[in-house]
């Protein structure tokens, strides 16, 4: 289990940006480093749904509903991973949740082993 912290949510209008962040702030890096992060979202009244996930390789998977809007990056120096979302839309309103795991590369349905973060919302009004 590693601690994370999310930040970067907020109230945004139809095509605005947002830039969230994931922090491991009382991680080791070496055990960081081994870690693959993801970013789910869940909106009110529907299931938690995956968004985007970064492994320690630095391969990135963003799902087909984000994909050329929302980009993953990670700076293991510095023990976070972004999500920046771009041309943001009302569906994209959620509370955005940063998940970490080892093994596998985190897939629609995160792992019991999995470590998640408090979460952030994100508003986008029209």
């Known amino acids: 289990q590693v601690q994370l912290v999310e930040s970067g949510g907020g109230l945004v209008q139809l095509g605005g940006s947002l830039r969230l962040s994931c922090r491991a702030p009382?991680?080791?890096?070496?055990?960081?480093?081994?870690?693959?992060i993801a970013w789910y979202r869940q909106a009110p009244g529907k299931q938690r749904e995956l968004v985007a996930a970064?492994?320690?390789?630095?391969?990135?998977n963003i799902v087909d509903s984000v994909k050329g809007r929302f980009t993953i990056s990670r700076d293991n120096s510095r023990k976070t991973v972004w999500l920046q979302m771009n041309s943001l839309k009302p569906d994209d309103t959620a509370v955005y949740y940063c998940?970490?795991?080892?093994?596998?590369?985190?897939?629609?349905?995160?792992?019991?082993?999995?470590?998640w973060g408090q979460g952030t919302q994100v508003t986008v009004s029209s």
């Open positions: 998940n970490a795991v080892t093994g596998e590369m985190p897939g629609p349905i995160p792992s019991d082993d999995s470590s």
């Open positions: 009382r991680a080791i890096f070496s055990v960081y480093t081994t870690y693959n």
């Open positions: 970064i492994d320690s390789g630095g391969r990135t």
